[in-house]
């Protein structure tokens, strides 16, 4: 690698761009299994959480499991100053599914539709929602969960407007540990 390209990846890489050195791990169609035990694994994220977003804010979340383990809620307050927004995973029979409640007032629905890296990284695919007068009103499409381990998780999450996908933020979370 040239000086020159290594001083374009290091650039890059401060202003948070990612440059993949490999493909992408192949992705596997959603089973029953693999979503039951990604289930489980958001279930284990029960506590608090601290997260920072590639678009430069910080949110504290909370993950509670509820109705008698049959769902993960997941409460997000200040990544938009003064709001709360949250999302609702649950079993639907065998798919693993989400809801979440934005700020952009809408509530768009995701269903686990693939696994990638043996289960640990869930790709979540918009099945519809509410609130959305079409699927050209903007409103999150897909979510990208990669549990890193025990006290970290990565999320992509991707926002769908005028027929295209408009831009993306990760947001990477870090277990609170007090």
């Given at each position: ?6 001083a ?10 990612c ?5 992408p ?6 089973t029953?299994e693999?979503s039951?035990?990604?289930?489980e694994?958001?279930k284990?994220?029960?506590g608090t959480w601290?997260?920072?977003s590639?678009k430069?804010w910080?949110?504290?979340l909370?993950?509670?499991v509820i109705?008698?383990?049959s769902?993960?809620?997941e ?5 938009h100053e003064?709001h709360?927004m ?9 798919d693993?599914v989400?809801?979440?409640y934005?700020i952009?007032k ?5 269903k ?12 979540f695919t918009f099945t519809?929602?509410?609130n959305?007068?079409?699927r050209?009103?903007g409103?999150m499409d897909?979510a ?11 999320s992509?999450?991707?926002?769908y407007q005028n027929g295209?996908?408009e831009?993306?933020?990760e947001?990477?979370q870090t277990r609170?540990?007090?």
């Amino acid at each position: 690698m040239t000086r020159y390209a290594i001083a374009l990846v290091v650039a890059l890489a401060a202003l948070g761009v990612c440059i993949a050195a490999a493909p992408p791990a192949a992705e596997v169609p959603a089973t029953p299994e693999m979503s039951r035990a990604a289930f489980e694994r958001l279930k284990a994220l029960e506590g608090t959480w601290e997260g920072r977003s590639t678009k430069g804010w910080t949110e504290t979340l909370r993950y509670e499991v509820i109705a008698g383990g049959s769902v993960v809620m997941e409460v997000s307050k200040e990544a938009h100053e003064g709001h709360t927004m949250a999302t609702m995973f649950h079993m639907d029979g065998e798919d693993l599914v989400l809801t979440h409640y934005c700020i952009a007032k809408n509530q768009p629905r995701m269903k686990a539709t693939s696994f990638r890296d043996g289960g640990r990284t869930v790709v979540f695919t918009f099945t519809g929602g509410g609130n959305l007068a079409s699927r050209d009103t903007g409103h999150m499409d897909q979510a990208v969960i990669t549990f890193e381990d025990a006290a970290t998780i990565r999320s992509r999450w991707t926002w769908y407007q005028n027929g295209k996908e408009e831009w993306f933020e990760e947001i990477v979370q870090t277990r609170r540990t007090s």
